[in-house]
């Protein structure tokens, strides 16, 4: 039977992700924070692990883990991240630190750690990334450039794994159904005061936030659509996935810059002078 670990797995992408590879009948190592989240996943009958992506500590040991009682991984998914909405300047550089962590350096720390126990199996690593990696977006700043740093990792990864016999395939998901729009509601909640330079754009801010859920794709049909790409022979470079996932990049690249980001701007409130 296949180990696959996937992290993130508390909601959303990550437990869908957990449930359509323990269905195709792969041992799925899910990871989550919270100790209530850990429990649910033990009872949905995954190998769950309590796992902080950012702790090198607790990594080497799942690592260790997995090797003694496995010998091996299949697959590794690099889901866990979150989305950082609000004026650049109001997060400040605390804001990129913590963007960055999660969703930029974890990748390595995670896959750095996992490194022995893919080797042995000559396995796959699948990062995720984002549409907003590649169309950036007013509000959005840090997760746009921490995404953009996905693809970017991702193209070294691959070509210094591939003597290993090692694969790696970037997903950048469009809309997906998940709590995305509201944690990142809540986040820029936080940042959204009367302080703020950018106080009278706030309902530009709160759009912006909610709109990774504009007619979203259901995240097991995302769940199911990475699973076949990733069960190929040779699972290609970068899939992408759900709702916007092919027309905001060609808009990227077809638009001039210019008239593109006049659209952005007009689209969350930033036209005229404060």
């Not at 449930?19 to 995954?46: C, H, I, M, N, Q």
Request: aromatic share 6%.
């Amino acid at each position: 039977m296949p180990i696959a670990l996937i992290t993130g797995c508390s909601s959303g992408i990550g437990r869908a992700l957990a449930d359509v590879f323990k269905a195709a009948d792969y041992e799925v190592w899910a990871s989550a924070r919270k100790p209530e989240d850990v429990a649910a996943l033990t009872a949905a009958g995954f190998t769950a692990v309590q796992l902080d992506v950012n702790d090198g500590a607790a990594l080497e040991a799942l690592s260790a883990r997995i090797n003694q009682e496995r010998g091996g991984l299949d697959v590794l998914i690099n889901n866990a991240g979150y989305g950082a909405m609000g004026p650049l300047l109001d997060g400040g550089v605390p804001a990129m630190q913590r963007q960055f962590e999660t969703n930029v350096f974890a990748i390595v720390g995670v896959t750095r750690a996992m490194f022995p126990v893919l080797r042995r199996t000559k396995g796959l690593v699948v990062n995720i990334g984002s549409v907003s990696g590649v169309l950036v977006t007013p509000f959005a700043g840090a997760y746009c450039a921490s995404k953009a740093a996905v693809h970017a990792l991702s193209d070294a990864l691959r070509m210094e794994l591939a003597p290993f016999g090692i694969q790696v395939m970037e997903v950048q998901p469009g809309a997906i159904e998940s709590s995305f729009a509201k944690n990142a509601g809540q986040k820029a909640e936080q940042l959204i005061t009367e302080q703020s330079p950018w106080w009278p754009l706030r309902e530009g801010i709160r759009a912006r936030a909610k709109a990774s859920q504009d007619k979203p794709t259901p995240a097991s049909e995302f769940a199911a659509g990475l699973l076949k790409a990733a069960q190929q022979g040779q699972p290609p470079r970068l899939i992408r996935l759900g709702n916007g996932s092919r027309a905001l990049p060609l808009l990227a690249a077809l638009l001039p810059k210019g008239l593109l980001e006049m659209g952005l701007m007009k689209r969350f409130g930033l036209k005229g002078q404060l």
